[in-house]
C-alpha cells in the first residue's frame, strides 16, 4: 500500500503565496511520477504540475509562471513533492490532491500503482 498525506493549504489573499507539500510513503520501490490536481466546486479534476522521475515537469497554462514544482530524493522511503503557489488568483480556488504513480515492492513482489492523496483545500481571496 501506498499512503500520499498533502498538507500546506489554507485561505490567501490574491495576489499571495502559499507551498503545498506531499510525502509518499509505503511499500514503494519506485515512483515514475508525482503531481498535483485540483478540483474546483462544480469542474472536473485537473492537471496542474507533474513531474517525472527523470526530472521533465508539465504545467497547466493556467499556472505557467506562477506555480513551481519540486521533489526531494527518498528519505527513509518517504518521497516528497512540493508546489510553491505565487501569484494566487481567485480562480486557482479547489481542491488540491498530490497525486503519484511507480511501482510498489512487498516481499519481492512488484506492482504497478497510483494513489491519491485526500486533497488539501486553497481558497483565494479577492
Known amino acids: 500500500q501506498v499512503q500520499l498525506v498533502e498538507s500546506g493549504g489554507g485561505l490567501v489573499q490574491a495576489g499571495g503565496s502559499l507551498r503545498l507539500s506531499c510525502a509518499a510513503s509505503g511499500s514503494i520501490f519506485s515512483i515514475d511520477v508525482m503531481g498535483w490536481y485540483r478540483q474546483a466546486p462544480g469542474k472536473q479534476r485537473e492537471l496542474v504540475a507533474t513531474m517525472t522521475s527523470s526530472g521533465s515537469i508539465n504545467y497547466a497554462d493556467s499556472v505557467k509562471g506562477r506555480f513551481t514544482i519540486s521533489r526531494e530524493n ?3 522511503t518517504v518521497y516528497l513533492v512540493y508546489l510553491q503557489m505565487n501569484s494566487l488568483k481567485p480562480e486557482d ?11 510498489t515492492d512487498y516481499e519481492d513482489d512488484y506492482d ?6 485526500q486533497g488539501t483545500q486553497v481558497t483565494v481571496s479577492s
Open 93 to 103: 480556488t479547489a481542491v488540491y490532491y498530490c497525486n503519484a504513480a511507480g511501482t
Open 112 to 117: 504497478d500503482f497510483r494513489s491519491w492523496g
Open 74 to 76: 527518498a528519505k527513509n
